[in-house]
């Protein structure tokens, strides 16, 4: 059976279309994927993510233990911010990436969904030294995204949010609850994601749509989170990162701090440097409107016989009005305005590569 995050019942209230996804039964949409995403672009836009792993790490040694699992350098990180960050294995290919917050008791790691059991187990089988793991099953997450998500948090929300900056949070009230709020999100736009009790998260979730209403908020599900996150390029495990892709070939070597200590996977991706890249994920437009899909295959010429890798993923960008794709290809293919031709049910589907993100909000 799905798993289920507390706002199930309310998902079915709204009329919500319910999928499984990472082990969970959420809402992939409620009045439909593009209205979805043009209010997150436009407006704001309220997700459930309860289903995203929240584990502790405290302790004396839980720093030192951080540094060894993760890329990204969390002793740069002050009380009440996070970072991003990525899980490797030994081959500096991505177990997971995470988001990573300093607090004043300790570390806290938001994990995908899919990846929580797995990550768990990786961070038990590396332990050492004094280091608590605590998974914290009793917090619930909800995301407000759009550029009006300021306006209504700040109407029911005792923070000051304007000083607050990209991932930054803070401990205040929300309708009168505890809750930290953080400027993070997954969609290109401004926006918060708010830390509850499984218990105050229905009361909160329900009054947020109610108070965003008049400034054009509305739930959203996953499909839209998809959309919009290709749009802004981001990646998703399973798609743009797996066990056998680094995050030198996603682009996101700046999340990996080679000044650091050593961490796990650290060698390789010092190896991978001094041979080169031999593909990088990029951006394909297409110029009719089939939409590229996850495995299907790109090709640098209309017969399809010259390989140029394999779409990670794929939808109908709103915004551009044109079909997007993101893929692994080899560097000498990866140029900016290269054609490209995806089989698309066997006919070459022409585009061109692109620069990425797709989609880029104004400030």
Same mark, same amino acid.
């Given at each position: 059976?799905p798993?289920?995050?507390?706002?199930?019942?309310?998902?079915?209230?709204?009329?919500?279309?319910?999928?499984?996804?990472?082990?969970w039964?959420?809402p992939?949409?409620?009045?439909?994927?593009?209205?979805?995403?043009l209010a &997150?672009?436009?407006?704001?836009?309220?997700?459930?993510? !309860?289903?995203?792993?929240?584990?502790?790490i405290? !302790?004396?040694d839980?720093?030192?233990?951080?540094?060894?699992?993760?890329?990204?350098? +969390? @002793?740069?990180?002050?009380?009440?911010?996070?970072q991003?960050?990525i899980?490797?294995?030994?081959?500096g290919? &991505?177990?997971?990436?995470?988001? &990573?917050?300093?607090?004043?008791?300790?570390f806290?790691?938001?994990?995908?969904a899919?990846?929580?059991?797995?990550?768990?187990? /990786?961070?038990?089988?590396?332990?050492?030294?004094?280091?608590?793991?605590e998974?914290?099953t009793? &917090?619930?997450?909800?995301?407000l995204?759009?550029?009006?998500?300021? %306006?209504i948090?700040? @109407?029911?929300?005792d923070?000051?949010?304007?000083?607050?900056?990209?991932?930054?949070?803070?401990?205040?009230?929300?309708?009168?609850?505890?809750c930290?709020?953080s400027?993070? #999100?997954?969609?290109?736009?401004?926006g918060?994601?708010?830390?509850?009790? +499984?218990?105050?998260?229905?009361?909160?979730?329900?009054?947020?749509l109610?108070? !965003?209403?008049?400034?054009?908020?509305?739930?959203? #599900? %996953?499909?839209?989170?998809?959309?919009?996150?290709?749009?802004?390029?981001?990646p998703?495990? !399973?798609?743009?990162?797996?066990?056998?892709?680094?995050?030198?070939? +996603?682009?996101?070597g /700046?999340?990996?701090?080679?000044?650091?200590?050593?961490?796990?996977g650290? +060698?390789?991706?010092?190896? %991978?440097?001094?041979?080169?890249?031999?593909?990088?994920l990029?951006?394909?437009?297409?110029e009719?409107?089939?939409?590229?899909?996850?495995?299907?295959?790109?090709?640098a010429?209309?017969?399809?016989?010259?390989?140029?890798?394999?779409?990670?993923?794929?939808?109908?960008?709103?915004?551009?009005s044109?079909?997007?794709?993101?893929?692994?290809?080899?560097?000498?293919?990866?140029g900016?305005g290269?054609?490209?031709?995806?089989?698309?049910r #066997?006919?070459?589907?022409?585009?061109?590569?692109?620069?990425?993100?797709?989609?880029?909000?104004?400030?």
């Amino acid at each position: 059976m799905p798993k289920r995050t507390p706002l199930y019942g309310e998902h079915l209230s709204l009329g919500a279309k319910m999928v499984e996804f990472g082990g969970w039964e959420m809402p992939v949409s409620y009045s439909g994927i593009i209205e979805e995403h043009l209010a &997150v672009r436009n407006a704001a836009g309220l997700f459930d993510i !309860g289903h995203m792993g929240v584990v502790e790490i405290s !302790g004396k040694d839980s720093l030192p233990f951080i540094q060894k699992l993760a890329t990204n350098d +969390a @002793s740069r990180l002050s009380d009440y911010h996070s970072q991003y960050s990525i899980l490797l294995n030994q081959n500096g290919g &991505v177990i997971d990436d995470i988001l &990573v917050y300093r607090l004043p008791e300790g570390f806290t790691f938001i994990l995908n969904a899919s990846n929580t059991e797995k990550d768990l187990a /990786w961070f038990k089988k590396n332990l050492s030294g004094a280091v608590k793991i605590e998974h914290r099953t009793d &917090v619930c997450m909800l995301s407000l995204q759009g550029p009006k998500s300021e %306006l209504i948090l700040s @109407s029911f929300c005792d923070i000051n949010l304007s000083p607050l900056k990209r991932n930054g949070c803070a401990l205040g009230l929300v309708f009168g609850k505890k809750c930290l709020v953080s400027r993070t #999100g997954y969609t290109g736009e401004d926006g918060f994601e708010l830390f509850l009790s +499984a218990g105050d998260v229905k009361a909160a979730w329900n009054g947020i749509l109610k108070e !965003g209403r008049p400034s054009g908020l509305i739930p959203c #599900g %996953l499909g839209a989170r998809d959309s919009l996150r290709i749009e802004a390029a981001l990646p998703l495990y !399973g798609h743009e990162y797996t066990e056998e892709i680094t995050p030198l070939e +996603a682009g996101y070597g /700046w999340a990996v701090k080679f000044d650091k200590d050593s961490f796990i996977g650290k +060698a390789a991706l010092i190896e %991978l440097k001094a041979k080169g890249l031999k593909r990088k994920l990029c951006g394909v437009v297409l110029e009719g409107r089939s939409i590229p899909r996850h495995g299907m295959a790109a090709f640098a010429d209309k017969e399809l016989s010259l390989s140029a890798g394999e779409i990670t993923s794929g939808t109908f960008s709103p915004v551009l009005s044109r079909s997007i794709g993101l893929l692994y290809a080899s560097t000498d293919l990866a140029g900016l305005g290269g054609p490209l031709f995806i089989d698309i049910r #066997g006919r070459a589907s022409a585009g061109n590569v692109v620069g990425l993100p797709f989609y880029k909000r104004a400030n």
